[in-house]
């Protein structure tokens, strides 16, 4: 019995790291796939409503709001534990890094070139930016991970 407990013990000591770093990839990839669909949902919602939609980013509150002209479009989203707003695309110079974003997206227009990185407490990062071309959001891999 002490054989056998011993073991699974071994056995789960060097798995741990493994799973660990499984599920913070699942966190920030699902954090990551919820910041696109929220981008993609307020470009649909801009022009099915044909309204004005604001997007805010803030960096320092951890959270995307979306509000419109219409006064029963408001969404936000609140990161998961463990995940942060690490920088806003594109850099504007001149304004505090923590200040909030506003980017306007207009009904029929192109959706405005924007960006956001996010982080997790371990270190593994993703960039969700709007492709120029097509307006749909694309989640990336930095390239600090390309060998993780």
């Given at each position: 019995?002490?054989?056998?407990?011993?073991?699974?013990?071994?056995?789960?000591?060097?798995?741990?790291?493994?799973?660990?770093?499984?599920?913070?990839?699942?966190?920030?990839?699902?954090?990551?796939?919820?910041?696109?669909?929220?981008?993609?949902?307020?470009?649909?919602?801009?022009?099915?409503?044909?309204?004005?939609?604001?997007?805010?980013?803030?960096?320092?509150?951890?959270?995307?709001?979306?509000?419109?002209?219409?006064?029963?479009?408001?969404?936000?989203?609140?990161?998961?534990?463990?995940?942060?707003?690490?920088?806003?695309?594109?850099?504007?110079?001149?304004?505090?890094?923590?200040?909030?974003?506003?980017?306007?997206?207009?009904?029929?227009?192109?959706?405005?070139?924007?960006?956001?990185?996010?982080?997790?407490?371990?270190?593994?990062?993703?960039?969700?930016?709007?492709?120029?071309?097509?307006?749909?959001?694309?989640?990336?891999?930095?390239?600090?991970?390309a060998g993780k």
């Open positions: 019995m002490l054989i056998v407990i011993s073991i699974i013990a071994v056995i789960t000591g060097i798995s741990y790291p493994s799973i660990a770093s499984g599920l913070d990839n699942l966190k920030i990839g699902a954090a990551a796939d919820s910041v696109a669909a929220f981008l993609d949902s307020a470009a649909i919602k801009a022009d099915r409503r044909q309204a004005v939609v604001e997007v805010t980013i803030s960096r320092r509150n951890n959270l995307l709001f979306l509000r419109s002209t219409d006064p029963t479009l408001a969404r936000k989203f609140d990161f998961p534990e463990g995940v942060r707003i690490e920088q806003v695309f594109p850099e504007v110079y001149g304004i505090p890094v923590d200040a909030p974003r506003q980017f306007v997206i207009y009904p029929g227009g192109a959706v405005p070139a924007m960006g956001v990185s996010i982080v997790s407490d371990s270190g593994k990062r993703r960039l969700i930016r709007i492709h120029p071309i097509t307006g749909i959001p694309v989640v990336e891999r930095p390239n600090l991970e």
